[in-house]
């Protein structure tokens, strides 16, 4: 009657398992491939994964309380490029002129406080009109999109501010400071889904909804509040990457969505809503940066690794599946 | 003693243009003993040029050749490579003025004078036609965003005035270096305009598209310039349809980032902005040019 | 008592629905440490009623009076506050949540901030689990636990505040016996301590057995309230249909045909093993056992649901294999499923094309449905089961749950089956379409057909069955024929003892 | 019982919401643009909106059984270089038939991975997204694909061509549409379509083959894009491989906009045409009044909403919805 717990292991290991499968595959095979004197596991190179990590992963974390909530938000790729828009373009308004450096923080938060309201944009018309989150942000993903190339037309926003290179690409204790922000953001959001009312309730709500209307639970609030959380993030996250980089093409950002919901499936939290785990996402976050980084260390081409990185989207599936059935007796529907 | 060199490309595989450059950069590469080549492609996103960028510092190579998606994005990671002591060739679309201190050259074609020239080829070609003073014509671009596709478009709308000051450029639209979204934009234009006597096309690709929205409309006797002759635009040249564009070689475009880098390495003096040729080409001169490959 | 004022009193309560009046002036009297029944056919608007107390539903108009004070409910938080609970019908848990998360769902111990009180919340959820007796702790995944398990979650819902009236929904839909017992104490303990109880129930044997006083309903009208003990099984039945029932067996003589199916040794994993028996057309066979007993998946094997691990299935004296449910129709068996919503029924399908759609491919007009065909099928159907829907084109969602069972009965019947299996028939089905659909078995059993009966309630095994099965865990105990058949010896079998030690 | 007639108009406004908006767009692009109502401009944007339209067929038929397809897109790139490329090696005769074959293949991968492995459609086809793109760029090494002889070829007519004046792509798109819209609504396949995208499970306990439903659905969707494709490279008779990127969110737009739920079990071909309408004059009335090309997202969001909004208020009786 017991599921064997070797599948248990399997199911809460897996993407742990395979985060080491692909650091084997890439260091042997990148012996053979690579042109790179170092290894691939090189601390230098470890570093640099959690780094660009960051973008994704910082979004990542975002999506899997909204999914663990039972809703999908597809308009992440777009609030990123509108917030980082508003970052780099507050700067040079006139009104902050006499601020100096001082003017970075303020930009940062403009641009959370827009991630902010483009999120609550979603929850205020997915809770009060119940139109489904899928087509809510399928919507808000043009929308946004159009808002983006209406503020600047079709120009890329830039400005270059160094001191806010400098901060970007500084290293604490050996880590850089996005990676900072990625720890950060998965404690907190860690800590927010398991120690707090507000994420125990999540939870109830994408594990049965009905339920927890009967329960009392106002749903509406913590739909609006975790769109909120998920437009707060992904405006950190281009206040992370922007930072550094200085520049934002009105296209940045797109399929961003894709990236990061396949992060957040191969850390195992359902579709469906009402199970996931934020440190699984973590490791979904790493085993797709890892993928992309070994991909390009044994010198597979832009159309391999579309390739690979789709058929293993879909290998992780089957696996899922497969650790999940009942055995030959299972119902057949 | 061989030299590592990295590149990290804009976006292969999304037109002929950058799959054959990449080709090229290839067979370059292993035509000289000298030479061992890192080949990475950014899939078009200023986020993975710029890991890519660190990769390669991080691996330790000679020097990098960057590709850039977005000309001021990578302006920090260019410098990092500077940081690192590694030389930094811009190819094909440059980056920023900002950024020129980090670089060590450009060496590509040169968008804005193309742009120009393609400005001169129409202008030309209404005086020919006796139109030169009541001409209306329209613009598709390429994807908005891109340094190759802005610089392009303001050298031609820059140029023209000063050459044609009467013609008037009625409508520009973004094509995304699509022949299929250009064709839709194209028709939209034939039935907003009765009257359109030119289309400049950011390149061949989409300025075909243009052609074929006109071709199915029926609509005769506009004269299309392009910019980086394609294969089709060539032949489409050779059919009367399609007039002007202007002749670049991926290959060409290729050897020569290559070539600076190494002769940088090799410690040769190489001008900062390396152009190469690309002559204008239309339905007149065409013979002396071959088809190209892409 | 009758010192006494009452803890709840609803007044003049109606509610509209698009399209349905399900509430038409009810007036409602709880008083405090009574067992207050509410009976009425499906439909009726009990469940309605009940969420209109418990803030789920706003009522249109009427009031509801607590004590003294005329209040509204704005939600079911706002009920609890004022002291009414309220055990869902369906079960209303979150899987994936422990069972202290689920007992506490919407009002979670917080401490300052937001933050969970994990300590204080496992300590109240400790308390009241050691007073139902149950074997599970606070801890346990709810996903992980018995649906029978799952239920007394919902039921320790009930204890978690000072409640003035708590509202039991159908709560021993899903029980076992043993665990009736247990909600029956705690059902009497509450009432000790004076307060007031509804209890919705289809089963008049408990209600009988446990309340003082009975309300009826009829379609959303109130029909009175009657002591309990003024009034026996018969009057109560007369006031929520409006005529009298006929609760005899309808004795069809009929000769009993040949053997239509006969299983040998069948088995399915862990589910159920080496189970034989066999039914003739025109007999019908009742499955008796506790919930879990593996009835509900032999039905599902011969239905081509499951693979079987070993057996032989014979139909008509015929060795055959069943691989889907196809293979099943193909062979002339049918199903009539457990859980209607979410196996019997599209419910965003109207009626007519849920009632056919297990022949959609048959009833073509060349390469199309013959809709006419179809119309006329369900026509013949609605009247032979006295279906009550405005048409065909009634979304099935909009019936009550008796017409929806009714329709998933009519798509088999007019697929003319030669072994009818129907599993748990009458789940929440109030008596009157209860006894229709008993005696439409019956009349299917004369008619020649081969029917299996799966359901938990004795007396409907008794009253439907000619032989008997009984199962204890996975595995055939005993097989009664209609004259052997004793209700002792029926539960000493489904409670896994063997008839030699019986004896 | 003028009440009721007016509660029946605001009943039949928020059901038919989606002809309604058709209606007063096409009003409002017409007085803000004599040109749109002009009948080349009306066959203009029906005939660039039909091979959006004919994905958006066959996508409809996978949304109504319950699941999702991401992966058209990449799909019609896929065909389209496909038999460009076939053309000049194997004329077209062979070429066409031999792209809907490798189309349908496709097709029946994924239609394997949802129906019978039961695989969450959106995930898979979202990873078939990127790995046929991934293919279609193995295959043609990255390069455009060109016909090299386009006069001498008659590949041209399925694009280009017209019957009796009406553009081809038009009668292909239309006729697909009756063919494919008679089969959902009146034969046992589109039944049983509905039935399972309605309730699985339900259907399953009805005898209905529900993996062999869900994988013919994905079989239909391959067709449709495999015609898309064949009118794509017919029209521009040379293509790039990111010919289709981006065209399944367009085509799921145009879905979404015509009715068909998410949730499957509703939605009908017609409505479906209707919405590919919307979203080809919206794109065409926005470029004639002179706004930019992303003014249209802007407007898409809105009538997406809106429209999605409209008919779920219909249905639930009140404009709000009763959520807490
Ligand atoms: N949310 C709703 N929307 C529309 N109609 C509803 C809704 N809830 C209940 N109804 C209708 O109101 C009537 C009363 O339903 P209710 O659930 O109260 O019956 P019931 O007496 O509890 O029946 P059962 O014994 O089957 O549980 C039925 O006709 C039902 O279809
Ligand atoms: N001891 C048990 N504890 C928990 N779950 C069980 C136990 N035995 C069986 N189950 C599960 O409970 C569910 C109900 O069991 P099953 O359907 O076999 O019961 P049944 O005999 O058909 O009774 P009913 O139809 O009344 O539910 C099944 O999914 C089964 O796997
Ligand atoms: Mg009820
Ligand atoms: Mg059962």
Same mark, same amino acid.
């Given at each position: 009657?017991?599921?064997?717990?070797?599948?248990?292991?399997?199911?809460?290991?897996?993407?742990?398992?395979?985060?080491?499968?692909?650091?084997?595959?890439?260091?042997?095979?990148?012996?053979?491939?690579?042109?790179?004197?170092?290894?691939?596991?090189?601390?230098?190179?470890?570093?640099?994964?959690?780094?660009?990590?960051?973008?994704?992963?910082?979004?990542?974390?975002?999506?899997?309380?909204?999914?663990?909530?039972?809703?999908?938000?597809?308009?992440?790729?777009?609030?990123?490029?509108?917030?980082?828009?508003?970052?780099?373009?507050?700067?040079?308004?006139?009104?902050?002129?006499?601020?100096?450096?001082?003017?970075?923080?303020?930009?940062? &938060?403009?641009?959370?406080?827009?991630?902010?309201?483009?999120?609550?944009?979603?929850?205020?018309?997915?809770?009060?009109?119940?139109?489904?989150?899928?087509?809510?942000?399928?919507?808000?993903?043009?929308?946004y999109r159009g808002l983006v190339f209406m503020y600047n037309g079709e120009q890329p926003t830039s400005h270059l501010n160094w001191t806010l290179?400098?901060?970007?690409?500084?290293?604490?204790?050996?880590?850089?400071?996005?990676?900072?922000?990625?720890?950060?953001?998965?404690?907190?959001?860690?800590?927010?889904?398991?120690?707090?009312?507000?994420?125990?309730?999540?939870?109830?709500?994408?594990?049965?909804?009905?339920a927890a209307v009967n329960a009392g639970i106002r749903v509406g609030p913590h739909m609006l509040i975790n769109f909120m959380i998920i437009g707060?993030?992904?405006?950190?996250?281009?206040?992370?990457?922007?930072?550094?980089?200085?520049?934002?093409?009105?296209?940045?950002?797109?399929?961003?969505?894709?990236?990061?919901?396949? &992060?957040?499936?191969?850390?195992?939290?359902?579709? &469906?809503?009402?199970?996931?785990?934020?440190?699984?996402?973590?490791?979904?976050?790493?085993?797709?940066?890892?993928?992309?980084?070994?991909?390009?260390?044994?010198?597979?081409?832009?159309?391999?690794?579309?390739?690979?990185?789709?058929?293993?989207?879909?290998?992780?599936?089957?696996?899922?599946?497969?650790?999940?059935?009942?055995?030959?007796?299972?119902?057949?529907? | 003693?061989?030299?590592?060199? @990295?590149?990290?490309?804009?976006?292969?595989?999304?037109?002929?243009?950058?799959?054959?450059?990449?080709?090229?950069?290839?067979?370059?590469?292993?035509?000289?003993?000298?030479?061992?080549?890192?080949?990475?492609?950014?899939?078009?996103?200023?986020?993975?040029?710029?890991?890519?960028?660190?990769?390669?510092?991080?691996?330790?190579?000679?020097?990098?050749?960057?590709?850039?998606?977005?000309?001021?994005?990578?302006?920090?990671?260019?410098?990092?490579?500077?940081?690192?002591?590694?030389?930094?060739?811009?190819?094909?679309?440059?980056?920023?003025?900002? @950024?020129?201190?980090?670089?060590?050259?450009?060496?590509?074609?040169?968008?804005?004078?193309?742009?120009?020239?393609?400005?001169?080829?129409?202008?030309?070609?209404?005086?020919?036609?006796?139109?030169?003073?009541?001409?209306?014509?329209?613009?598709?671009?390429?994807?908005?965003?891109?340094?190759?596709?802005?610089?392009?478009?303001?050298?031609?709308?820059?140029?023209?005035?000063?050459?044609?000051?009467?013609?008037?450029?009625?409508?520009?639209?973004?094509?995304?270096?699509?022949?299929?979204?250009?064709?839709?934009?194209?028709?939209?234009?034939?039935?907003?305009?009765?009257?359109?006597?030119?289309?400049?096309?950011?390149?061949?690709?989409?300025?075909? @598209?243009?052609?074929?929205?006109?071709?199915?409309? @029926?609509?005769?006797?506009?004269?299309?310039?392009?910019?980086?002759?394609?294969?089709?635009?060539?032949?489409?040249?050779?059919?009367?349809?399609?007039?002007?564009?202007?002749?670049?070689?991926?290959?060409?475009?290729?050897?020569?980032?290559?070539?600076?880098?190494?002769?940088?390495?090799?410690?040769?003096?190489?001008?900062?902005?390396?152009?190469?040729?690309?002559?204008?080409?239309?339905?007149?001169?065409?013979?002396?040019?071959?088809?190209?490959?892409? | 008592?009758?010192?006494?004022?009452?803890?709840?009193?609803?007044?003049?309560?109606?509610?509209?629905?698009?399209?349905?009046?399900?509430? $038409?002036?009810?007036?409602?009297?709880?008083?405090?440490?009574?067992?207050?029944?509410?009976?009425?056919?499906?439909?009726?608007?009990?469940?309605?009623?009940?969420?209109?107390?418990?803030?789920?539903?706003?009522?249109?108009?009427?009031?509801?009076?607590?004590?003294?004070?005329?209040?509204?409910?704005?939600?079911?938080?706002?009920?609890?506050?004022?002291?009414?609970?309220?055990?869902?019908?369906?079960?209303?848990?979150?899987?994936?949540?422990?069972?202290?998360?689920?007992?506490?769902?919407?009002?979670?111990?917080?401490?300052?901030?937001?933050?969970?009180?994990?300590?204080?919340?496992?300590?109240?959820?400790?308390?009241?689990?050691?007073?139902?007796?149950?074997?599970?702790?606070?801890?346990?995944?709810?996903?992980?636990?018995?649906?029978?398990?799952?239920?007394?979650?919902?039921?320790?819902?009930?204890?978690?505040?000072?409640?003035?009236?708590?509202?039991?929904?159908?709560?021993?839909?899903?029980?076992? $016996?043993?665990?009736?017992?247990?909600?029956?104490?705690?059902?009497?303990?509450?009432?000790?301590?004076?307060?007031?109880?509804?209890?919705?129930?289809?089963?008049?044997?408990?209600?009988?057995?446990?309340?003082?006083?009975?309300?009826?309903?009829?379609?959303?009208?109130?029909?009175?309230?009657?002591?309990?003990?003024?009034?026996?099984?018969?009057?109560?039945?007369?006031?929520?249909?409006?005529?009298?029932?006929?609760?005899?067996?309808?004795?069809?003589?009929?000769?009993?045909?040949?053997?239509?199916?006969?299983?040998?040794?069948?088995? /399915?994993?862990?589910?159920?093993?080496?189970?034989?028996?066999?039914?003739?057309?025109?007999?019908?066979?009742?499955?008796?056992?506790?919930?879990?007993?593996?009835?509900?998946?032999?039905?599902?094997?011969?239905?081509?649901?499951?693979?079987?691990?070993?057996?032989?299935?014979?139909?008509?004296?015929?060795?055959?294999?069943?691989?889907?449910?196809?293979?099943?129709?193909?062979?002339?068996?049918?199903?009539?499923?457990?859980?209607?919503?979410?196996?019997?029924?599209?419910?965003?399908?109207? /009626?007519?094309?849920?009632?056919?759609?297990?022949? /959609?491919?048959?009833?073509?007009?060349?390469?199309?449905?013959?809709?006419?065909?179809?119309?006329?099928?369900?026509?013949?159907?609605?009247?032979?089961?006295?279906?009550?829907?405005?048409?065909?084109?009634?979304?099935?969602?909009?019936?009550?749950?008796?017409?929806?069972?009714?329709?998933?009965?009519?798509?088999?019947?007019?697929?003319?089956?030669?072994?009818?299996?129907? $599993?748990?028939?009458?789940?929440?089905?109030?008596?009157?379409?209860?006894?229709?659909?008993?005696?439409?078995?019956?009349?299917?059993?004369?008619?020649?057909?081969?029917?299996?009966?799966?359901?938990?309630?004795?007396?409907?095994?008794?009253?439907?069955?000619?032989?008997?099965?009984?199962?204890?865990?996975?595995?055939?105990?005993?097989?009664?024929?209609?004259?052997?058949?004793?209700?002792?010896?029926?539960?000493?079998?489904?409670?896994?003892?063997?008839?030699?030690?019986?004896? | !019982?003028?009440?009721?007639?007016?509660?029946?108009?605001?009943?039949?406004?928020?059901?038919?919401?989606?002809?309604?908006?058709?209606?007063?767009?096409?009003?409002?692009?017409?007085?803000?643009?004599?040109?749109?109502?002009?009948?080349?401009?009306? !066959?203009?944007?029906?005939?660039?909106?039909?091979?959006?339209?004919?994905?958006?067929?066959?996508?409809?038929?996978?949304?109504?059984?319950?699941?999702?397809?991401?992966?058209?897109?990449?799909?019609?790139?896929?065909?389209?270089?496909?038999?460009?490329?076939?053309?000049?090696?194997?004329?077209?005769?062979?070429?066409?038939?031999?792209?809907?074959?490798?189309?349908?293949?496709?097709?029946?991968?994924?239609?394997?991975?949802?129906?019978?492995?039961?695989?969450?459609?959106?995930?898979?086809?979202?990873?078939?997204?990127?790995?046929?793109?991934?293919?279609?760029?193995?295959?043609?090494?990255?390069?455009?694909?060109?016909?090299?002889?386009?006069?001498?070829?008659?590949?041209?007519?399925?694009?280009?061509?017209?019957?009796?004046?009406?553009?081809?792509?038009?009668?292909?798109?239309?006729?697909?549409?009756?063919?494919?819209?008679? !089969?959902?609504?009146?034969?046992?396949?589109?039944?049983?379509?509905?039935?399972?995208?309605?309730?699985?499970?339900?259907?399953?306990?009805?005898?209905?083959?529900?993996?062999?439903?869900?994988?013919?659905?994905?079989?239909?969707?391959?067709?449709?894009?495999?015609?898309?494709?064949?009118?794509?490279?017919?029209?521009?008779?040379?293509?790039?491989?990111?010919?289709?990127?981006?065209?399944?969110?367009?085509?799921?737009?145009?879905?979404?906009?015509?009715?068909?739920?998410?949730?499957?079990?509703?939605?009908?071909?017609?409505?479906?045409?209707?919405?590919?309408?919307?979203?080809?004059?919206?794109?065409?009335?926005?470029?004639?009044?002179?706004?930019?090309?992303?003014?249209?997202?802007?407007?898409?969001?809105?009538?997406?909403?809106?429209?999605?909004?409209?008919?779920?208020?219909?249905?639930?009786?009140?404009?709000?919805?009763?959520?807490?």
């Amino acid at each position: 009657m017991q599921p064997s717990t070797l599948k248990i292991f399997l199911k809460s290991g897996a993407i742990w398992g395979f985060i080491v499968f692909e650091l084997i595959f890439f260091t042997v095979a990148g012996q053979f491939l690579s042109l790179s004197e170092t290894a691939f596991m090189d601390v230098d190179n470890m570093l640099l994964l959690f780094k660009q990590s960051a973008p994704i992963g910082i979004i990542a974390m975002g999506m899997t309380i909204v999914m663990i909530n039972g809703n999908i938000d597809l308009s992440v790729g777009a609030t990123y490029a509108l917030s980082a828009v508003v970052m780099l373009d507050s700067m040079t308004w006139p009104i902050f002129a006499g601020l100096g450096d001082w003017v970075i923080p303020v930009a940062w &938060a403009l641009a959370l406080l827009t991630g902010t309201v483009l999120g609550a944009i979603n929850g205020l018309i997915v809770w009060k009109t119940g139109v489904d989150a899928f087509i809510v942000t399928l919507g808000a993903m043009l929308g946004y999109r159009g808002l983006v190339f209406m503020y600047n037309g079709e120009q890329p926003t830039s400005h270059l501010n160094w001191t806010l290179v400098d901060f970007a690409e500084a290293q604490f204790l050996g880590l850089h400071s996005a990676t900072w922000f990625l720890l950060l953001v998965t404690a907190v959001i860690w800590f927010l889904m398991n120690r707090t009312v507000h994420g125990r309730n999540a939870y109830a709500i994408g594990n049965n909804r009905e339920a927890a209307v009967n329960a009392g639970i106002r749903v509406g609030p913590h739909m609006l509040i975790n769109f909120m959380i998920i437009g707060f993030l992904a405006a950190l996250s281009a206040v992370v990457f922007y930072s550094e980089s200085g520049s934002v093409n009105p296209n940045d950002g797109m399929l961003y969505e894709l990236w990061v919901i396949t &992060a957040v499936v191969l850390g195992g939290t359902k579709l &469906a809503g009402g199970a996931g785990s934020i440190i699984s996402t973590f490791g979904g976050v790493l085993a797709i940066q890892l993928l992309r980084k070994g991909l390009s260390h044994i010198g597979a081409d832009t159309s391999t690794v579309n390739l690979v990185i789709g058929l293993i989207l879909i290998a992780v599936l089957l696996l899922d599946r497969q650790l999940n059935t009942k055995g030959k007796e299972e119902l057949k529907i | 003693e061989t030299y590592k060199i @990295g590149i990290t490309q804009n976006n292969v595989g999304v037109d002929s243009y950058q799959t054959t450059y990449e080709q090229a950069f290839v067979d370059a590469a292993n035509a000289n003993d000298r030479v061992e080549a890192v080949v990475l492609d950014a899939g078009g996103d200023v986020a993975r040029q710029i890991a890519q960028m660190e990769n390669l510092i991080q691996q330790g190579v000679d020097a990098i050749i960057i590709w850039p998606t977005n000309g001021e994005a990578v302006i920090p990671a260019v410098r990092k490579a500077k940081q690192a002591d590694i030389p930094v060739v811009v190819t094909n679309s440059n980056i920023d003025e900002k @950024g020129f201190d980090f670089i060590s050259s450009f060496s590509g074609p040169d968008n804005i004078a193309q742009g120009a020239t393609a400005a001169e080829v129409m202008c030309d070609r209404f005086k020919a036609l006796g139109i030169a003073d009541e001409a209306q014509i329209v613009e598709i671009t390429g994807q908005p965003g891109y340094t190759t596709a802005i610089e392009r478009s303001d050298g031609f709308t820059e140029r023209l005035p000063e050459i044609c000051p009467n013609v008037e450029l009625v409508d520009s639209q973004p094509g995304d270096w699509n022949r299929e979204k250009a064709q839709t934009v194209m028709e939209a234009f034939l039935t907003k305009y009765d009257d359109i006597d030119g289309v400049y096309a950011g390149d061949d690709n989409m300025g075909v @598209g243009g052609l074929n929205a006109a071709m199915a409309a @029926g609509r005769e006797g506009i004269t299309f310039v392009g910019a980086t002759n394609f294969a089709v635009g060539y032949e489409a040249m050779a059919n009367g349809d399609y007039w002007g564009s202007i002749y670049q070689s991926p290959v060409d475009d290729a050897r020569a980032a290559l070539e600076t880098a190494v002769d940088i390495l090799d410690g040769v003096d190489v001008p900062f902005l390396n152009y190469f040729e690309t002559p204008a080409i239309t339905q007149d001169n065409m013979g002396e040019f071959t088809k190209p490959v892409f | 008592m009758t010192a006494q004022s009452p803890v709840l009193r609803l007044e003049g309560i109606v509610k509209t629905f698009p399209g349905v009046r399900a509430l $038409d002036g009810v007036s409602l009297t709880i008083m405090p440490g009574e067992v207050h029944a509410l009976m009425g056919e499906n439909g009726a608007g009990k469940s309605t009623l009940m969420k209109v107390l418990g803030g789920i539903h706003q009522p249109d108009e009427g009031r509801i009076i607590v004590g003294e004070q005329p209040v509204t409910m704005s939600g079911p938080l706002d009920a609890k506050a004022k002291g009414i609970v309220f055990i869902h019908q369906e079960l209303s848990l979150a899987e994936e949540l422990s069972v202290a998360e689920n007992i506490y769902l919407g009002e979670l111990p917080r401490k300052r901030f937001g933050l969970l009180d994990r300590a204080e919340l496992e300590t109240r959820t400790n308390r009241i689990l050691d007073r139902l007796k149950v074997g599970f702790n606070a801890r346990t995944r709810v996903g992980d636990l018995s649906i029978a398990n799952q239920q007394m979650v919902e039921i320790a819902r009930a204890l978690t505040v000072d409640a003035k009236a708590v509202i039991f929904d159908e709560p021993t839909a899903s029980l076992t $016996d043993a665990e009736k017992v247990v909600l029956f104490e705690v059902i009497s303990s509450l009432q000790e301590q004076g307060v007031g109880i509804v209890y919705i129930s289809h089963r008049m044997e408990e209600v009988f057995k446990i309340t003082d006083r009975i309300s009826v309903l009829r379609d959303g009208q109130f029909q009175g309230t009657v002591n309990t003990a003024d009034t026996d099984e018969e009057g109560v039945t007369h006031m929520m249909i409006g005529r009298k029932l006929d609760l005899s067996r309808v004795e069809c003589h009929h000769e009993l045909g040949e053997v239509a199916l006969e299983v040998r040794g069948l088995s /399915c994993g862990h589910l159920f093993e080496d189970v034989s028996f066999e039914v003739r057309s025109g007999e019908v066979v009742g499955f008796y056992g506790l919930v879990g007993a593996g009835r509900t998946e032999i039905a599902e094997t011969l239905f081509g649901l499951r693979e079987p691990s070993a057996g032989s299935i014979y139909l008509g004296g015929e060795l055959v294999r069943i691989h889907c449910p196809a293979d099943a129709i193909a062979r002339g068996i049918s199903l009539v499923p457990e859980n209607r919503k979410t196996q019997g029924l599209v419910l965003g399908m109207n /009626c007519r094309d849920n009632m056919t759609l297990a022949q /959609c491919d048959d009833l073509k007009a060349g390469p199309f449905v013959a809709e006419g065909s179809e119309i006329a099928i369900f026509d013949q159907y609605r009247d032979r089961l006295d279906i009550r829907t405005p048409g065909w084109k009634q979304l099935v969602c909009n019936l009550s749950g008796g017409n929806q069972q009714k329709i998933v009965i009519g798509k088999w019947l007019s697929m003319h089956p030669r072994v009818l299996i129907v $599993d748990e028939p009458t789940r929440g089905i109030d008596v009157g379409s209860k006894s229709e659909i008993h005696n439409l078995i019956r009349e299917l059993a004369a008619q020649g057909y081969a029917v299996i009966v799966i359901s938990s309630e004795m007396p409907e095994v008794l009253h439907v069955s000619d032989r008997v099965v009984a199962m204890y865990s996975g595995r055939v105990m005993r097989t009664f024929s209609a004259g052997e058949v004793t209700e002792d010896s029926l539960i000493q079998a489904i409670s896994g003892i063997e008839p030699e030690q019986a004896a | !019982m003028v009440a009721l007639t007016r509660k029946d108009m605001g009943q039949f406004l928020a059901r038919q919401g989606i002809l309604v908006a058709f209606v007063l767009f096409m009003i409002l692009f017409t007085l803000a643009n004599d040109r749109f109502l002009d009948p080349d401009n009306i !066959m203009g944007v029906v005939r660039s909106s039909a091979i959006l339209g004919v994905m958006a067929l066959g996508v409809t038929f996978v949304v109504i059984s319950g699941n999702l397809d991401l992966s058209v897109g990449s799909m019609m790139s896929f065909s389209t270089i496909v038999v460009l490329d076939l053309h000049d090696k194997i004329g077209p005769a062979l070429a066409i038939p031999a792209m809907f074959a490798m189309t349908l293949c496709l097709g029946a991968f994924i239609g394997f991975l949802v129906g019978y492995l039961k695989l969450n459609s959106l995930i898979v086809t979202l990873g078939m997204l990127s790995a046929i793109h991934g293919l279609t760029l193995t295959y043609s090494g990255g390069k455009n694909m060109d016909i090299d002889d386009m006069a001498g070829t008659w590949f041209g007519m399925f694009g280009r061509g017209d019957v009796l004046g009406i553009p081809t792509p038009i009668l292909i798109f239309l006729s697909l549409a009756a063919v494919l819209g008679v !089969m959902l609504a009146k034969t046992p396949f589109g039944r049983k379509v509905y039935a399972v995208g309605g309730n699985g499970t339900a259907a399953t306990f009805s005898g209905i083959p529900r993996a062999r439903v869900v994988f013919s659905c994905y079989l239909v969707s391959a067709f449709c894009v495999a015609t898309a494709g064949l009118l794509q490279a017919s029209r521009s008779m040379g293509s790039q491989n990111t010919v289709g990127q981006g065209l399944e969110l367009e085509v799921l737009a145009a879905v979404i906009l015509g009715g068909a739920s998410l949730m499957g079990g509703a939605g009908t071909i017609f409505k479906t045409v209707i919405g590919v309408l919307i979203l080809g004059f919206i794109q065409n009335g926005l470029l004639l009044v002179g706004l930019p090309f992303y003014a249209q997202y802007v407007v898409t969001w809105v009538i997406i909403i809106l429209a999605v909004w409209l008919d779920i208020a219909a249905k639930r009786g009140g404009l709000w919805s009763p959520i807490a």
